[in-house]
């Protein structure tokens, strides 16, 4: 009976020790769990702040790109009015008439030099 109580007080020393480790374990698990939370908390308050960032740069760049569009707008209102080649209320001016005479003849340059006549058609 003295070996098996040996043995048993062996069991139970070995079992303490293991006992003793597995606190260790546990309290540097513990304390890896609390150092993750607050990384975790750090990580959240930092994208929070990173939101608001973006928020606020968002507003900014909303802000200027109106204000950008505004001032282009008013720059193309004040240019001066351009008048179109072909205006629509535009009218031709008289042009002025050229009457022909009885026995007229067109003029004609050929291409050896030589002026050629032509009898002009009054239309009546």
Known sequence: MGKHLT?????IVILQRNLKDLQGQLANAQKRILELIQDKDSATEELIKERQL???????VNHYESEASDKIQKQIDDWPDVLDS???????PPQPGYRFREGEKWVKIGADGKMEFEDIEIKK
């Open 54 to 60: 973006l928020v606020e740069l968002s507003k900014n």
């Open 86 to 92: 072909k205006p629509k209320n535009f009218k031709m």
């Open 7 to 11: 043995n048993n007080a062996a069991e």
